[in-house]
């Protein structure tokens, strides 16, 4: 319940908050801390070195095609921005190719 006077001394209404979906909440996080230590650390440490190349060329590249595209089509700055997080989407699907690459 000390999460509910931290929430309440926000400003956050609490009417709707019930016990049960408390529990719920509290299942929940716990399920996925479980779920995140089944990963194991070696694995996540010895794909970690991959993933930090891929994302160290790419998001450069992702933000010089957002500024050729924007600057092409006209666009403004914040319309780049958006443009620039769309394209950062995309890479985790090559990044996830790259590892079923590497692991044959």
Not at 6 to 32: C, D, H, P, R
Not at 68 to 81: C, D, M, N
């Given at each position: 319940?000390?999460?509910?006077?931290?929430?309440?001394?926000?400003?956050?209404?609490l009417t709707a908050f019930t016990q049960l979906?408390?529990?719920?909440?509290?299942?929940?996080?716990?399920?996925?801390?479980?779920?995140?230590?089944?990963?194991?650390?070696?694995?996540?440490?010895?794909?970690?070195?991959?993933?930090?190349?891929v994302e160290l060329v790419s998001y450069p590249?992702?933000?010089?095609?957002?500024k050729f595209a924007a600057g092409a089509l006209?666009?403004?700055?914040?319309?780049?921005?958006?443009?620039?997080?769309?394209?950062?989407?995309?890479?985790?699907?090559?990044?996830?190719?790259?590892?079923?690459?590497?692991?044959?």
């Amino acid at each position: 319940m000390d999460s509910s006077l931290l929430l309440m001394s926000l400003g956050v209404e609490l009417t709707a908050f019930t016990q049960l979906e408390f529990l719920k909440s509290l299942g929940l996080a716990i399920f996925l801390f479980e779920a995140g230590l089944s990963i194991g650390v070696v694995k996540l440490l010895r794909s970690l070195n991959r993933v930090l190349v891929v994302e160290l060329v790419s998001y450069p590249l992702l933000w010089a095609l957002a500024k050729f595209a924007a600057g092409a089509l006209g666009l403004g700055i914040a319309k780049e921005v958006v443009l620039f997080l769309i394209l950062i989407d995309s890479p985790s699907t090559i990044t996830i190719s790259l590892n079923k690459v590497s692991s044959i």
